[in-house]
């Protein structure tokens, strides 16, 4: 495989972890590594895709924030 960051040569790396095996490739030139995950959402970035999941935490309101900047600015 070739390295899309430096266009040189890459070699498979295998990383065992507690929760299992990882497989990447990595660059003998700069050390990028790259895996199934990262390539995987370079290219959904690249086709505009976002992937949808519900969100933890709700977003803040703006509507509030801006009514408040809009008093300080009233009472000067």
């Known amino acids: 495989m070739i390295c899309p960051k430096c266009e040189y040569q890459q070699y498979q790396e295998r990383i ?3 929760q299992g ?7 003998i ?3 990028n590594a790259t895996d199934e995950v990262i ?3 370079r290219e959904r970035q690249n086709n505009n895709e976002r992937e949808t999941r ?7 309101r ?5 009514k408040a900047k809009s008093k300080v600015s009233q009472a000067v």
């Open 39 to 41: 390539l995987r959402n």
């Open 54 to 60: 519900p969100r933890l935490f709700p977003l803040p």
């Open 16 to 18: 065992y972890t507690n």
């Open 29 to 31: 030139a700069c050390g």
């Open 21 to 27: 095996a990882v497989s990447l490739w990595k660059c």
């Open 62 to 66: 703006r509507q509030a924030r801006v």
